[in-house]
């Protein structure tokens, strides 16, 4: 005959095996399991089955096992992971993709009664239509304000009605009549609440950011740093261009007002004192105006024009080179 394990000997084969853990996944997503059946678990540890572990366990004994580890291992990064024992609570450690497990985790999810006392997750509406009840049973929809009529017999609502607001507790009438209807408002599952990499804590939704959305929030940071140095006048890596491009408008603004000068000050100059020494000549598109070619001519004027009003020369930059 087996000998059944002591409270005392359950407790030392949760801390190893905690332990063990600790040691082989660098990720953990911590979740809740408020309204989990066994049955429900035993199905999610099936389908997480080959790269992740569900462990569950009274709370108190988690953070024991916790700090105690970190004391012996000296790795304090696990003490981050205590905070998060919070409620009802498990762990998933995972050698795969946390989103991916995430995901997989969230499939996993069933039907459930609406209890009497239970806080609704949801709004729960009841939809119109035929009950199937019979007269009899009027005093359930008589106490909830639920309009109806009789309909061949049988009991029928005629307007959809928010029967439970979200946050809202369950009463006995709401969970009887919901029952008598077949209906099942809710859904439960595991719920990932926070995530722990390697000694990182952080928030799942930034499991589903994309490279797209990393690249727009940095671009934007990037972007603020420069307009706060800008305008503070203290250089950073990302106003660095900026303060030269401007430093250099400025040298080039004292040149043109004064004598001082410099080469690249040199051409402007010359352009400011006669520009007509850079204006593109025009003779050979009269010469074939005067031939009869008016039409194609102002094309190939139009063609030459446009690109120069839109080009760098307007601005003086072509003088630099």
């Known amino acids: ?40 678990l035993q199905g999610i540890r099936k389908g997480l089955r080959g790269d992740s572990v569900v462990l569950m366990g009274k ?34 450690f995972t050698k795969g993709d946390l989103k991916e497990v995430s995901e997989e985790v969230a499939k996993y999810k069933v039907g459930a009664p609406a209890r009497v006392g239970l806080v609704a997750p949801i709004d729960v509406i009841v939809p119109p239509g035929n009950t199937g009840l019979d007269p009899s049973q009027t005093s359930f929809f008589q106490v909830l304000n639920i309009p109806t009529k009789i309909n061949k017999g049988t009991v029928e609502i005629i307007t959809p009605v928010e029967l439970i607001k979200k946050g809202e507790k369950v009463g006995s009438s709401e969970a009887a009549l919901l029952a008598k209807l077949g209906i099942r408002p809710f859904s439960y599952g595991l719920v990932v609440l926070s995530v722990y990499d390697n000694g990182s804590v952080f928030s799942p939704e ?9 690249m727009d929030k940095f671009a934007l940071g990037v972007s603020m740093v420069t307009s706060l140095s800008l305008a503070i006048s203290y250089p950073t890596l990302a106003a660095a261009p900026h303060m030269f491009i401007n430093a250099y408008k400025n040298l ?65 930059f072509s003088l630099f080179d």
């Open 1 to 40: 005959m087996a000998v059944k394990p002591s409270k005392s000997d359950k407790k030392i084969a949760y801390d190893q095996k905690l332990c063990e853990l600790l040691d082989q996944f660098t990720q953990i997503l911590v979740v809740a399991a408020d309204n989990v059946g066994s049955n429900q």
């Open 206 to 214: 930034v499991l589903d950011l994309t490279e797209d959305d990393l």
């Open 252 to 316: 080039l603004a004292v040149a043109v007002a004064t004598e001082y000068s410099f080469p690249q000050a040199e051409k402007v100059k010359e352009y400011l004192k006669d520009p007509s020494k850079f204006a593109v000549s025009v003779a050979p598109v009269a010469a074939a105006a005067d031939s009869g070619a008016a039409p194609a001519a102002d094309a190939k004027v139009e063609e030459k024009e446009e690109p120069a009003e839109e080009s760098d020369d307007d601005m003086g």
């Open 59 to 92: 709370n108190t004994m988690m953070k024991r096992s916790v700090r105690l580890h970190s004391e012996r291992t000296g790795n304090q990064a696990y003490l981050n992971l205590i905070p998060l024992l919070v409620g009802n609570v498990g762990l998933i």
